[in-house]
């Protein structure tokens, strides 16, 4: 589970001396006094603000709005992702998502987004003091929203992290709207894509016609063995999805320098090419993915068939 920043609440603020007002007049200090506000009348400091990546600020906006909102309220959607932490295909600047009764159900703000699907005891946990939905009614939840590539990379990270495609099924339900949508999702979703890039990619293959390619397909070069993100076989082509992280993120390069990580890459890549059955890698970025006219013509180039009209599964769907 993902952690918010420490918040402080004005409420108990003023107990200690600090009305809202001096709160919010903190937000345009500079220096160890700085506030940032992240919620209504909730603040964290400065220096923590400003340490935090994306998920975290997110997570805390998530906290910052569900404390008010009471215990009538569910963090869920894209909010609870960030919590289990799934990941986010467009990212952490969106609305704080939160399901409640319908009698609480009100318009949509910029700042949160209301949801009324009923959420039942099995659907929801409680994580540090606020109630989330559980993991499968997340991406169930997602799934319905009508984002193909959105849920299907959701869905991926899920499968990967050990929960059962049938919970998420049975989460689905059988009388929600987009129901067939998001069993199709589901259906589609694979454990073996191994990052949000790859399960990006798999939805745009799909999009392009492509036929379905081989994951995590192993080869086996003078001893060594490798395993390739999409593997192609009757057209002799390899598909490598590379994502900034693998060089810049020490985690990733197990404590080679960026240098080395770029050299082995390159040995690899060419080690690759000498396997007799393939005859050609294609090497993809996240921002590739996007892209699909040019995309298309490097793949028609490389010999794998594409629809001359791509059917896109992304709709620019307001949750």
Known sequence: MNEPLPILRASAMHEAGADATTLRRRTSAHGPDRLVRVGPNAFVHGARWDAA???????????????????RATASHDSAAAIHGLPALHGWDVPV?????????????????????????ADRIEVRGIHTTTLPRTVAD????????????????????GCPRAAICAAVGSTARSRVLATSVIEFADARSGSPAESLARVVFRELGLPAPVLQQPFVVAGRRYEVDFWFPEQGVVIEVDGLAKYTQAR?????????????????????????????IIRLEWRDLFDLDTLTRRLRIAGLPCLLRPVRSARDVRR
């Open 142 to 161: 997602i799934a319905l929203a009508g984002d193909f590539r959105s849920g299907v990379v959701v869905a991926d990270a899920a499968l990967r992290g």
């Open 53 to 71: 990546g994306p998920r975290q600020r997110y997570v805390t906006r998530v906290y910052a709005r569900l404390g008010r909102i009471g215990v």
């Open 97 to 121: 998502h939160a399901t409640v009764p319908t009698s609480m159900y009100r318009g949509r703000t910029s700042a949160l987004v209301l949801h009324s699907r009923a959420v039942t005891d």
């Open 252 to 280: 990733y390069r197990n404590g080679r320098t960026q240098e080395q990580v770029v050299v082995d890459e390159k040995r690899r890549h060419e080690a690759l090419l000498t396997a007799s059955a393939v005859r050609t």
